[in-house]
């Protein structure tokens, strides 16, 4: 069992209160697979709306201070009310999230397509998120490309990578002086023969050459079984090219589970390599940012749920015995070194947590405190009328 002394437990306390886990706007909209979407009393109708949901969930989380804008999804006329809104709630505008996946245009591609006039579309887009940056005062522009082909032959692999380069350097040089790209890589759909950006290596790739400004973003989600999540994430971190996380959890593909759901002990390990790697210290800019749907379950305590579940896994990681652990792979002890690693995962960091909040000033208790809260029944009553938010809408 890790015993932890005094001045570690403050330590360990101190580092929990530090992290901020940013919410996804999307998260508060309807979802649903492609068989159906089951609509939600209460989800909010328009950006407004899902920012006071965000600022919710912060309220009795504490670590929740940031929400992710989606754009066209999160359009508005004024995006700098939108982001002073955030403020007035207690929240502010996060990452700004292209989206070139929804255009009829986009059919055999975006910044890669083989038309040059639809490449330049993608990357108008792309520089108008900046502009959306600019107006909120948010560092990071998330890419994600659905880009790729479903038939060998279809296109040429190598020119896809020359246009997605072309397009990656074009957008890179509108950055400003703080602002980052984060490039995020997935193995397969929409497209099931070559994803353009499939894997780590190929976004590590990308992000080298454009420069410091670009970083490589990991949504758990997006590998195939079995894939050692936190090695890439070990082997990024070193390389100082871990802009950060897509925080979901998966059964099978891009489920957008709730993070820690389904393999809580593979996202301690990931939490471990962050912590290893000096990933918390808010100078290596890693963003913990999560990307979820909730289709079946009520979104903003799935939300609450989520945060808490990134909050335990990183207290185990920073409750495991770093000292011992290194003695003990310094004198090749694998059992030892293993046990260290197993007794900080299997401890119950709860009371812990419980003791961080009430610090806090917040409810030991965070699922029980948004229920007691009444916003549940408030937004239900409030928001009749009007058109939900949903994925893709
Ligand atoms: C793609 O699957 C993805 O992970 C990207 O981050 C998108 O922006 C997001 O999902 C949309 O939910
Ligand atoms: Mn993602």
């Excluded at 292209?98 to 108008?124: C, E, H, M, Y």
């Excluded at 002990?265 to 990307?291: K, N, P, S, Y």
């Excluded at 011992?324 to 947590?353: E, H, I, K």
Aim: charged share 25%; proline share 4%; glycine share 8%.
């Amino acid at each position: 069992m890790t015993a932890l002394s005094p001045e570690a437990r403050r330590r360990v306390l101190d580092t929990l209160r530090a992290q901020s886990i940013e919410l996804p706007s999307w998260a508060f909209g309807n979802s649903g697979t492609r068989f159906k979407v089951f609509a939600q009393q209460g989800v909010p109708r328009d950006p407004w709306e899902k920012i006071a949901d965000a600022a919710t969930v912060h309220r009795f989380t504490g670590v929740s201070p940031t929400v992710s804008l989606h754009i066209p999804w999160d359009n508005v006329e004024n995006f700098a009310k939108l982001a002073d809104h955030a403020v007035e709630l207690g929240v502010k505008a996060g990452a700004i999230n292209a989206n070139v996946f929804q255009d009829d245009d986009f059919k055999l591609g975006s910044v890669t397509n083989p038309d040059p006039a639809i490449r330049r579309k993608a990357v108008a887009h792309l520089l108008e998120c900046i502009d959306v940056m600019d107006a909120t005062g948010s560092r990071d522009l998330k890419l994600w490309f659905s880009d790729g082909t479903n038939y060998p032959g279809q296109d040429s692999i190598r020119a896809r990578q020359d246009r997605l380069a072309e397009a990656l350097a074009t957008t890179y040089a509108r950055l400003g002086e703080d602002q980052r790209i984060l490039l995020e890589y997935k193995l397969f759909e929409p497209a099931f023969y070559t994803m353009d950006v499939p894997d780590w290596g190929t976004s590590f790739a990308h992000c080298l050459q454009l420069g410091e400004k670009a970083q490589v973003v990991v949504d758990t989600g997006h590998h195939a079984p079995g894939t050692n999540i936190e090695f890439i994430v070990a082997f990024l971190l070193r390389a100082g090219k871990l802009g950060g996380f897509d925080f979901n959890s998966r059964f099978y593909a891009d489920d957008d589970l709730m993070v820690g759901s389904a393999d809580p002990f593979q996202l301690f390990r990931i939490l471990h390599e962050v912590v290893a790697g000096g990933g918390l210290d808010e100078a290596t800019g890693v963003a913990f940012m999560l990307d979820q749907c909730h289709n079946i379950e009520e979104k903003i305590p799935a939300q609450i749920r989520s945060v808490m579940n990134v909050q335990e896994a990183t207290a185990k990681a920073l409750i495991l015995d770093a000292e011992a652990l290194a003695v003990a792979q310094a004198a090749g002890d694998v059992l030892g070194a293993n046990a260290v690693v197993m007794d900080a995962y299997n401890t119950d960091v709860r009371p812990l947590l419980a003791e961080l909040r009430e610090e806090q000033g917040l409810d030991p208790d965070p699922i029980a405190a948004y229920a007691r809260s009444g916003y549940r029944e408030r937004i239900i009553a409030e928001r009749v009328g009007g058109q939900q938010a949903g994925w893709g809408a």
